[in-house]
């Protein structure tokens, strides 16, 4: 063809490789292609370092950070409707029957005992499911934190009740409407007020649920050490509860005495609806079940009396 290179002046592949230095040294521009290692001066590996194989990827941490908070909301919202569930059940003991179980005991000696009570039943509760977390299994680990919570919360929910009653403070409205009531003052901290309608909560609604959850978010935030490993969760579970109960105690005790009103100005109040299927209250005693004194020497602590 016209202006095409003739076959003889073609360069074949075969005569430049042979016109490549017996030295193996190579010009600038195949050097710069392959790459040379600044030490050795031979060709750097073309292939990326790690054998070619890709790099491990990082963990995505919004995702397992979604995954987290989606766990602990479903178990809050768990929780939740359980305390729901079974405030109605709990059995609440009126003054009358206080008075009886604890003769001779003004408000205050009474209110002592019975935060007594609730403190040791809840340490309880937080040394056996520190104990049963033993394993290092997260199921486990979850449905130990559920049953706490649980449990915790039904004691106090009963001591909140009976504080009520000491203080002269009982809502009106029948068991179901007092219930709803307790759950709120349990998950304010606060007495009901039925002056203040903002305190009195007699229906359970969004608000009511979300005042639940917020309080039970900071008792599981709280209750993390009971997860550690056999009897150190165990006492750390149990110290943790005893002051927690005790903590939350005073913050209801404080707000009903500004309104207490003393027994002889008192007017004669109907005793308690019972509950038709009574909760049984994990390690509580006689006592904080409402059945009565445990030693009669020494009511409600089940010590023998100092003489």
């Known amino acids: 063809m016209p202006g095409s290179t003739p076959p003889w002046k073609r360069r074949s592949r075969k005569r430049a490789a042979d016109l490549e230095p017996l030295d193996g040294s190579h010009d600038a521009r195949d050097v710069e292609e392959r790459g040379t290692d600044a030490v050795t001066g031979e060709g750097a590996p073309l292939e ?115 504080l009520h009653e000491v203080y002269g403070q009982r809502p009106a409205g029948d068991l179901r409407t007092r219930s709803i009531a307790y759950l709120g003052a349990w998950a304010s901290e606060h007495g009901v007020d039925p002056a203040r309608p903002t305190t009195y909560r007699r229906v359970v609604d969004s608000g009511l649920k979300r005042q639940l959850r917020k309080q039970l978010k900071r008792r599981v935030i709280r209750n993390v050490p009971n997860l ?38 008192l007017e004669e109040l109907p005793p308690l609806d019972k509950p038709a299927e009574p909760l049984e209250l994990p390690g509580a005693g006689r006592d904080e079940a409402g059945e009565g ?15």
Not at 78 to 103: G, Q, Y
Not at 231 to 236: K, L, P
């Open 48 to 162: 990326p370092a790690g054998g070619g194989l890709p790099a491990p990827a990082a963990p995505d941490e919004p995702a397992a950070r979604r995954r987290a908070e989606g766990r602990l909301h479903a178990l809050l919202g768990v929780s939740v409707d359980r305390m729901v569930a079974m405030a109605p059940r709990i059995p609440v003991r009126d003054l009358a029957t206080l008075r009886r179980h604890f003769p001779g005991l003004g408000p205050e000696e009474i209110a002592d005992r019975l935060v007594a009570g609730a403190a040791k039943a809840t340490a309880v509760v937080g040394a056996g499911v520190g104990a049963a977390n033993m394993l290092p299994v997260p199921p486990a680990w979850a449905a130990g934190m559920a049953t706490e919570i649980s449990g915790v919360a039904a004691i106090e929910l009963k001591l909140v009740a009976e």
């Open 228 to 265: 550690l490993p056999f009897m150190v969760g165990a006492t750390v579970g149990a110290v943790v509860n005893r002051r927690d109960t005790r903590r939350f105690a005073e913050h209801i005790r404080a707000d009903l005495r500004t309104r207490q009103v003393p027994w002889d100005r």
């Open 293 to 307: 004194p445990r030693n009669p020497g020494n009511p409600g602590t089940g010590e023998p009396r100092q003489d």
